[in-house]
Every structure is written in C-alpha cells, then in structure tokens.
C-alpha cells in the first residue's frame, strides 16, 4: 500500500533530522546510512525509497524549514526573491542557525545552496530574463549567507538586510 505525501515527507524529515543529530557528534563522511536509520526508528528500505545521498536529506530537511517558517509567518510568495523580502530571508536563516553551523562544520553547505536553489528556481520556465534573474539571486544571496555563517551570524538580521541594501545601492552607481 502507497504512503501518503505527508506520512513520506515526516518519515524523510525523521531521517534528515538523525542526520543532523548525528552529524553534531561524528565526522559526516563516517555517518552510515544504517547510523541513520537507527538513530531515526526506520527501516533501511525507507532510506534508499526516498534519498540517494545524505546531501539530499540535507537538502530536504532545509526546504521543509523554509516551507513551515513561511506557512507560520505567512509568507505569500516563497519561491522567488526580491529586494523586498530580504528581511523574511535572512531572519529564516537566523531561526535556523543552529542546523545552518552543523551543516557548515561538516563541509556540506552546498547542501544549503541546493535547497535555496530548488525553492528559487522557477519550474518550467522558458523567460531568459527570469532564469538570469533566479540565477543572480541565488548566488549573491548564497555568498551573503555563506559569509555570515562562516562570521558566526555576527550581524543581526537586521543589519544583514542593510547590507544587501547597500550592496545593491552600490552597484547602481
């Protein structure tokens, strides 16, 4: 018998939240798929049902928390980026520092990019304009966060979002 989608995506939110848990204590690249499952309650098939990497549960776990954040602050539009919402992206990303510094210590924040990417993309689009502009988006926001993260989120979110401000202000002159 078929699982639903939400009983799918608690069981891949299990999985990546074992990762996560385990990732704070091992070396990643020493993390088997069997220290997941068992850390996690669920059986091996369940694994290789729905990931092929723990890049991918990574992966997974960061747009889900996208996902709840915005349906909890009511987030309209959440897959595409403008100056406007800069504040909603970098306070997400603060709420989750704690998953975002795991990440990072393990060398996995292209894990971070992939999600960010994934939400920002449009689907099935054949406009140039708009694929450059997800493009241009995805990377200088990613080297935003990145760089915050690696500072240790010494900025406050606020502050972030005045600098993405004064970036762009910079670049129009």
Request: glycine fraction near 4%; include cysteine; hydrophobic fraction near 40%.
């Amino acid at each position: 018998m078929a699982r639903g989608t939400k009983t799918t995506e608690f069981l891949k939110e299990c999985l990546s939240d074992a990762l996560i848990r385990l990732m704070r204590d091992n070396e990643f690249k020493k993390i088997s798929i069997k220290d997941i499952v068992n850390t996690a309650g669920i059986g091996r098939a369940t694994w290789f049902r729905n990931y092929t990497s723990k890049g991918e549960a990574l992966t997974f776990k960061f747009i889900q928390a996208w996902n709840r954040w915005a349906d909890e602050h009511a987030i309209a539009i959440r897959n595409r980026f403008n100056p406007s919402n800069a504040s909603d992206f970098f306070q997400f990303n603060y709420e989750i520092k704690h998953i975002l510094q795991v990440v990072y210590d393990a060398d996995m924040q292209s894990a971070v990019y992939d999600a960010f990417y994934q939400v920002m993309m449009p689907q099935h689009s054949t406009d140039a304009k708009e694929c450059y502009q997800v493009r241009f988006y995805s990377y200088g926001l990613f080297g935003l966060l990145d760089e915050w993260v690696r500072r240790g989120f010494k900025e406050s979110p606020d502050e972030m979002v005045r600098i993405f401000y004064q970036m762009i202000e910079d670049e129009g002159k």
